[in-house]
């Protein structure tokens, strides 16, 4: 592909290299190779984010080893891609690499591309001209002391370099020192084209007719097209409009042309593409139908063994969990009896003291949890098959799902904010909880507002600042001042801690 400068059509020729070398460690250096060359292919096949990765997986076989020629190819191409993507940062890094690996493997050649790449680097992506010329120069010298074919390109850039800066007797100098390296008509049509447009800035219209006219007689289209329309350029300002017309018509054909044949391959490229695809997925089919009676034979057996054995373990596994199930349902009841029977003595007490008023609400909140998680097991249970009555009243049961929400409030699970039904079923249930705490404090503080009596439930039920806050989204501040509002609307003295008068309420 790169020495005869053939575009792939598809990775399936690499891929084979990529999947024979990809399971043998022992043969690390051929495995790199194809993982880079793969690189390559994908960056052809215009798949960026493929290349880079296998780029990334050589460079990481590769790193540490005295494979620095791998190395070095592996630098250069990865800030040639990143360029394409415009990570400018990155591919000077990558670029600086390259220079450094070609150092190491003695490598001229690819010194003097890698030193080039540099000055196109400085020239193109920060008009840095120091840069690239001191770049371009020790690109040149490299070059030009091994005689590298690279001398050739390079003088040719130093040219647009100076043409760029519009310093054409320098252009002019360069382009004529490269075709004096040679004198093979197909090489230097490119700089027939140069020197043509820089004679033609220069203002030297009989030598920019010379080299424009010698750039038209190449097998380059493209190259063509560009020195027709110079000359056609260069007869305008001679006023001759004829023959302007005529190179005009000459480039437009050439465009036409070279239209109709990129439609033409494009159209070729996409039924070798769909030859491809279609040959690889009947391959994969046969593939897949070779192997199928034999998969199909294993996966029935294994199906049969699974299966049995998995019903046995189910089956085992279900009779213990059900037990222990039972077992803790019956725990529970009985918990929930001593509860009950400690509610029933503390709410007769009740009547000669307040005090029991606090210690009643965390035995009905241990009751609710209690048939909360009996209610859950009840149901586990149903689903394993067994039945074990979970007797649970009307009552508990319909505080049941409120008392989880505000466990869950408590312990920061519950995200968003509380709406004003969820409140009222937060109302009903501290009610409940602590002998209607909400009604005994509308009735004796009738000033409280709605957020104060929100405050001073989840008070009760042990909230923190930092609970509160979570509560209402708010701060610490603003938390600190509902308080002291509070306070003060309860009749609390400076001296009395807020906490404590309420949960002693």
């Known amino acids: 592909m790169d020495k005869n400068y053939i575009k792939p059509e598809s990775d399936s020729l690499i891929s084979i290299a990529v999947g024979y070398y990809g399971s043998f460690d022992d043969h690390w250096v051929a495995k790199g190779k194809s993982y880079f060359y793969y690189g390559r292919v994908m960056k052809e ?24 020629k791998m190395l070095g190819l592996i630098s250069d191409e990865m800030g040639t891609l990143n360029w394409s993507q415009d990570m400018a940062e990155e591919v000077l890094s990558n670029y600086m690499d390259a220079l450094k690996y070609y150092s190491l493997a003695k490598d001229t050649l690819c010194m003097s591309y890698a030193l080039r790449s540099l000055g196109r680097y400085y020239l193109s992506v920060h008009a840095d001209f120091d840069s690239a010329y001191a770049y371009y120069q020790k690109a040149l010298s490299v070059a030009h002391e091994h005689n590298c074919n690279s001398e050739l390109t390079i003088l040719q850039e130093l040219g647009l370099f100076y043409r760029i800066r519009k310093d054409y007797k320098k252009a002019e100098y360069y382009l004529l020192k490269a075709l004096n390296l040679d004198e093979d008509v197909a090489v230097f049509s490119e700089i027939y084209l140069s020197l043509g447009f820089t004679y033609l800035l220069m203002g030297n219209q009989n030598e920019a007719e010379i080299y424009l006219k010698k750039a038209t007689e190449v097998a380059n289209s493209y190259t063509q097209i560009g020195a027709y329309n110079l000359l056609f350029e260069l007869e305008k300002q001679r006023k001759e409009p004829w023959k302007a017309i005529d190179y005009k018509e000459k480039s437009d054909s050439l465009n036409k042309i070279n239209q109709n044949a990129e439609i033409k391959q494009a159209v070729v490229d996409l039924q070798k593409k769909y030859r491809n695809e279609k040959l690889q997925k009947e391959n994969l089919q046969l593939k897949i139908k070779n192997q199928s009676i034999l998969l199909l034979c294993f996966l029935l057996f294994s199906l049969v063994f699974v299966s049995v054995f998995y019903f046995y373990y189910k089956h085992r596994h279900n009779k213990k969990r059900m037990r222990e199930i039972e077992q803790q349902i019956i725990m529970n009841r009985e918990e929930i009896t001593l509860y009950q029977e400690e509610l029933a003595k503390y709410q007769q007490l009740q009547s000669e003291s307040e005090d029991y008023r606090s210690k009643i609400g965390e035995l009905n909140g241990k009751v609710l949890l209690l048939q909360s998680q009996n209610k859950t097991l009840d149901e586990r249970l149903s689903a394993l098959g067994g039945d074990v009555n979970n007797s649970c009243s009307p009552v508990d049961a319909k505080y049941i799902s409120i008392f989880r929400m505000l466990l869950s409030i408590k312990s920061g699970f519950f995200k968003g904010e509380l709406s004003r039904t969820d409140w009222g079923h937060l109302f009903d249930l501290f009610n409940y909880l602590y002998a209607d705490i909400i009604v005994r404090l509308q009735k004796e ?29 708010t701060t610490s501040d603003s938390i600190t001042k509902a308080k002291g509002r509070l306070k003060k ?14 949960r002693n309420y």
């Open 489 to 502: 609307r309860l009749n609390v003295s400076p001296q009395e801690d807020l906490d404590s008068f309420i």
């Open 45 to 68: 096949l215009n798949r960026p984010e493929d290349a880079m990765r296998y780029y990334l997986k050589a460079k990481s076989l590769f790193e540490g080893s005295k494979e620095y």
């Open 445 to 473: 503080y009738p000033q409280l507002t709605k957020h104060d009596l929100e405050i001073c439930c989840l008070l009760k039920f042990g909230f923190t600042n930092d609970a509160l806050k979570r509560v209402f989204f």
